[in-house]
């Protein structure tokens, strides 16, 4: 015999189900917030100080861009160059190379510990990059090695009971190739050091030399997740032809090999005023073959001449284009526009 209520009992049963299954969902498929060098819109790029902030500020992920010490340690720089992040020009005046430039590869890891790290300004005019960012020479910032960088986190996700992931970057593996240095299998191994081995782990692993991506994973055994990054120009200085890459074509050869692509907010978003943008298709061609993808970079204070403001570029990334995740320089005002969308 069924009893009458039956149908009230299962639905009474499915509901709760049906509810944390839609909420589950709409979790799975909220964007990600990238911290762009840390929240380097408020403390100097890259120092632990950017990087806890961002953290603090409830991002899913913290960028690491790589670069090599003449001792062959991965650091976590932006540049090649050091003079536009530190006080190298002063401390060491005759360490500079032809060109004028001071870099990292010249320095070991003792000597780069000596620096002081401030906020991005111009080489030649000492000027800084974003004037309204933090001021340039204040506080007490160093350079962090990658392997300092990803304890730093380690401990902060423990601490937190939180697990935001990392996003590392290896930077002109083909530069550092022609300086006698080999940068990924020295970044692999501290990866695989730190937990980070499998796509199951909270970690992309991002580089712009299509030649090294496809050595990251097929030669170098890297199984984790892969990002090739897109630079929204012509051919790179490597040969990498980013062109052809972001074609449906290019993107589907490259389909086989990584997990997402990391294009310019320019090639989602064409045009040279709000009045004549237009989403490109891009996204849809990557998601056609299973690429997420990760455009490059919200910054408040200098946004892209298609958007009228941060609100409008994040509607037209996430609602529009349908984008999977964001790099962004102010992780709080990326944090903050999709928990209002939930
Ligand atoms: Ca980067």
Known sequence: MIPATLPLMILRFL????????????????????????ASGYVPEH????????????????????????????????????????????QFPDRKREDGRYYALDFTLAELKQLRVTERFDSKTGKPVYPTRFPGGKGRFEIVSLEEELEFIEALNQSTGRNVGIYPEIK???????????????????????????????????????????????????????????S???????????????????????????DGIGPSIGSVISGKSPGDRQITDLVKHAHAVNL???PY??????????????????????????????????????????????
Request: charged share 30%; with cysteine; hydrophobic share 40%.
């Open 172 to 230: 002109k593996p083909k530069w550092h190739r022609d300086q006698g240095h080999d940068i990924s299998p020295l970044v692999l191994s501290i990866l695989e050091k730190f937990g980070y081995r499998s796509k199951e782990d909270a970690c992309f692993l991002q580089c712009f030399e299509i030649a090294e991506v496809k050595r990251i994973r097929e030669d170098l055994g890297w199984n984790g997740r892969l990002v090739m990054l897109l």
């Open 297 to 342: 970079t919200l910054r408040a204070d200098d946004l892209q001449k298609t958007v009228n403001s941060a609100d409008d570029l994040m509607d037209l990334l996430f609602r529009e284009a349908g984008v999977d995740g964001l790099f962004t320089d102010f992780p709080d005002v990326t944090v903050e526009w999709i928990d209002e969308q939930e």
């Open 292 to 294: 997420v993808v990760h």
């Open 15 to 38: 509901f709760p189900i049906a509810l944390s299954l839609a909420s589950f969902c709409a979790k799975a498929e909220s964007p990600l917030v990238i911290a762009h060098r840390g």
């Open 232 to 258: 929204g120009g012509g051919k790179g200085k490597d040969g990498t032809d980013f062109p052809h890459l972001r074609t449906r074509a290019g993107l589907q050869e490259i389909s086989a090999i990584v």
């Open 47 to 90: 120092t632990l100080e950017a990087k806890a902030m961002a953290h603090a500020m409830g991002v899913d992920f913290l960028e690491q861009d790589i670069v090599l010490s003449k001792d062959d340690v991965p650091v976590v720089l932006h540049d090649t160059q050091i003079d536009t992040v530190t006080d190298v020009a002063s």
